[in-house]
């Protein structure tokens, strides 16, 4: 047991730190928000799982993806697709021309199911479909790309690219995936109203029980000889392959996970907010996810969950402000980030030893001359922050 | 063209040309079991090409590398290694962020797939060959010390001994004293004539003296052909040789 534990976290203010935020999201903020809110909460944690994705991708083995989006987008149409045939039972679309099929493929004149939609009535296959669709996506990209050694820029590009191409491709077949409006109108998971603020509530601690549970899985990850493999690969990858490692095949199985990880955040936020479309999963978005993470920390799995929140609050509180102005706080921030902390919020913490030697004798003396009394920093009472 | 057993590497014929370019022309080499087998030659000769060329770096355009009859031309550079070479390259290539032990662990071969990686576990016979190869380096006071510290040498002495955590029956070291102290090169020469009792060895180098040292046998490469072969009295003795190379 205390062997997994060390495994998971190098120090105690890691653990301790984790914790924390485990309290934070599964206690204070139950008790301390409305359902409505916490229901915000619950969306910008779903971007976390493809925060936790991109730390391994991005932050750990160099690889910069600039389409998460797309396996978000994926895992969150594997499960509106089964919502949305559950909430196109034959009794309730008794109006359409075509009763029981979803109303979107009624107003284009579609007639009958098309055949990829068929395996979607299946709760089983949906959420099978969730974790392989985009893992599988992932796994055949990021091996024609690794194995002919591209990287870098190039595959930035690429990933946006396709980024571009999903979400044109399903707003340009509106009979086929709802187009650029999306899925709407999801009711019921096998029967239960997922719209009822119980629901949003059980929905909110499943999806943060998950990451939680993702985030340990990653940090697992980060600490064995793989997590060690994948920073050698950011850092020497031609040492790395002749030491007889598949470097390629050791990329494509992460930018994999990643996606997989993505596909579950998908599918959770389709749950919390009760429909999917491609503006959610286009180039902007795919770039804010990096952006989430960037700001977080991209080393640091709790970093990267915790800039997830604080972006998307910002976004939410300015954007209902100052709606123009937002956008360019965003990128702003980005490059502030970039620029000053390229380790995120989580590498600040590594900064706080050499603030407080900085601050300490200062703070001595300003209290010898003042005779003020002003808190010491020699005790260690600086609370740990999240990492 | 028959499989002499005491020889582990045969090259036959090998060659690569950039946009019509010959870097390599018609080079054929034949490493014996535990040689120190050393290329010399002038600046541009192709020495590092042709180590390329054999572990699949660079892909040749003609011949054949076989390595104890197999044929390792067109494998993929992994799959080379695995097969029984190693590799270490001109500048030192270490992980500057992991310690010397971390270096030589991640080097070990058990569990270089991914769920290899995943399920890896420090035992203790890992530990042991760790602590054994950082004895040979030279390095065993300096397991727990970040790589990015260690002195040139130190660091070239390192990725000799992630080599050797490999176990392979070939290393290939390109230029391994370049930049070291004259202490350093003499502490090298013992390495490789240590490590060369179990294994074969190719060696890129210009310093003469060091050849001397330490090779069994010399190829002198010029222009990307080969221009002699032989011992170390032999080749330095040769007309052609002394024109190049070694009376500049």
């Known amino acids: 047991m205390s062997s997994i534990v060390r495994t998971l976290f190098k120090s105690r203010t890691e653990a301790i730190a984790f914790i924390l935020f485990g309290i934070l999201i599964l206690v204070v903020l139950p008790l301390a928000l409305p359902v409505f809110r916490l229901n915000l909460i619950g969306k910008y944690l779903t971007f976390g799982f493809v925060a936790v994705g991109l730390v391994l991708l991005w932050g750990r083995c160099g690889v910069l993806s600039l389409g998460q989006g797309v396996f978000f987008g994926l895992g969150g149409y594997c499960m509106a697709m089964f919502l949305k045939l559950e909430a196109s039972d034959p009794v309730t679309t008794a109006i359409q021309s075509t009763p029981g099929i979803p109303d979107f493929m009624d107003w284009n004149q579609l007639t009958e199911l098309p055949w990829f939609w068929e395996p979607f009535k299946s709760l089983p296959f949906s959420i099978f479909a969730v974790f392989v669709i985009p893992g599988l996506v992932a796994f055949l990209i990021g091996w024609a790309m690794f194995r002919r050694r591209v990287g870098g820029v190039y595959f930035a590009i690429i990933t946006q690219a396709m980024a571009l191409i999903l979400s044109l491709g399903i707003d340009g077949n509106q009979g086929y995936t709802g187009g650029r409006n999306g899925i709407t109108d999801l009711r019921t998971l096998w029967g239960w109203d997922i719209r009822s603020e119980s629901a949003q509530q059980i929905l909110y601690f499943l999806c943060c029980v998950l990451l939680l549970g993702v985030a340990l899985g990653a940090k697992y990850i980060i600490n064995t000889r793989l997590g060690r493999v994948l920073v050698a690969i950011r850092d020497r990858e031609e040492r790395v392959r002749f030491s007889g490692y598949d470097v390629a095949m050791i990329r494509t199985a992460v930018f994999a996970f990643a996606a997989m990880l993505s596909g579950l955040g998908g599918a959770l936020f389709v749950l919390q907010v009760g429909f999917m479309s491609p503006s959610i999963i286009g180039i902007v978005p795919s770039i804010e996810m990096v952006i989430f993470t960037a700001v977080g920390g991209r080393l640091s799995v709790l970093g990267a969950i915790i800039g997830c929140l604080i972006v998307n609050l910002g976004k939410t509180t300015f954007s209902e402000a100052y709606p123009d102005l937002w956008l360019y706080l965003m990128g702003g921030t980005f490059i502030a980030v970039v620029m000053f902390f390229p380790n995120g919020l989580a590498g600040l913490t590594d900064k706080f030893p050499a603030a407080r030697n900085w601050l300490a004798p200062r703070l001595e003396k300003l209290r010898a001359k003042s005779g003020l009394n002003i808190p010491s920093l020699n005790k260690t009472n600086v609370i740990p922050d999240e990492h | ?248």
């Not at chain 2, 057993?5 to 090998?14: D, H, I």
């Not at chain 2, 016979?125 to 004895?135: D, L, P, T």
């Not at chain 2, 990725?159 to 003499?186: F, H, K, N, W, Y």
């Open chain 2, 1 to 248: 063209m028959s499989t002499d057993n005491s020889n582990v590497l045969e090259v036959e014929g090998l060659g690569v040309s950039f946009d019509g370019f010959k870097a390599v022309d018609d080079f054929s080499f034949y490493l014996a079991r535990n040689h120190v087998h050393v290329i010399i030659g002038p600046n541009g000769a192709g020495k590092t090409t042709v180590l390329d060329l054999i572990c699949g770096k660079t892909q040749a355009t003609s011949g054949s590398v076989k390595f104890k009859g197999r044929e390792l031309r067109g494998q993929r550079e992994y799959k080379i290694v695995r097969a029984g070479i190693g590799r270490k390259f001109q500048n030192p290539s270490i992980y500057e962020n992991l310690t010397v032990f971390e270096n030589l662990e991640i080097s070990h071969p058990t569990g270089r797939g991914v769920f290899g990686c995943l399920m890896f576990r420090r035992t203790r016979e890992i530990m042991e060959q760790c602590r054994s190869v950082a004895a040979q380096i030279g390095l065993t006071e300096k397991l727990d010390t970040e790589a990015g510290i260690l002195s040139h040498g130190q660091k070239q002495w390192l990725e000799i001994g992630m080599l050797l955590m490999q176990e392979p029956e070939v290393i290939m070291l390109d230029e391994p004293v370049a930049g070291m102290s004259v202490r350093e090169r003499t502490e090298t020469a013992a390495l490789l004539r240590r490590i060369s009792k179990d294994r074969s060895v190719i060696v890129i180098e210009h310093d003469m003296e060091f050849v001397r040292e330490i090779a069994d046998r010399v190829t002198v490469m010029h222009l990307g052909k080969i221009l002699a072969e032989g011992s170390m009295d032999k080749v330095s003795a040769d007309p052609k040789v002394i024109e190049v190379y070694i009376g500049h």
